[in-house]
């Protein structure tokens, strides 16, 4: 596949815990977005609830939505940036979240880990 992208490559080949997200059951009354299963090396697996990751946060949103042409080869590639003068004037939740995890990591002297791109 162009880009790699498929399960025999390198990263996901050395990867040791697999995430599979849960699909939604139909008839049931409550929504369950974001719920998975983390398969670990052993066989053993961990259910979790992920947090919501949205766009911009409502008080700092920007009229102008981003629209670029993408070739069908780089689906799944990393979304272009655009220039910082139309970011709009606040931070995304995912920013704020990304943030978070950094500080929290420098808090408790986290190892860093290597990426798996």
Known sequence: ???????STEPALR??????LDAPVPGLDEPTPGRGRLAHPDGRTTA???GRVTGRIPRTATLRPTVV???WHRMGDPP???????????PTDLALLASALDRAAREVSAAEVPSLL
């Open 69 to 71: 042409p993408l070739e």
């Open 80 to 90: 272009t940036r655009r220039p910082v003068r139309e970011l709009g004037n606040g």
């Open 1 to 7: 596949a162009p880009g790699g992208r498929t399960e």
């Open 15 to 20: 990867a040791t815990l697999r995430v599979t």
């Open 48 to 50: 979790f609830q992920g």
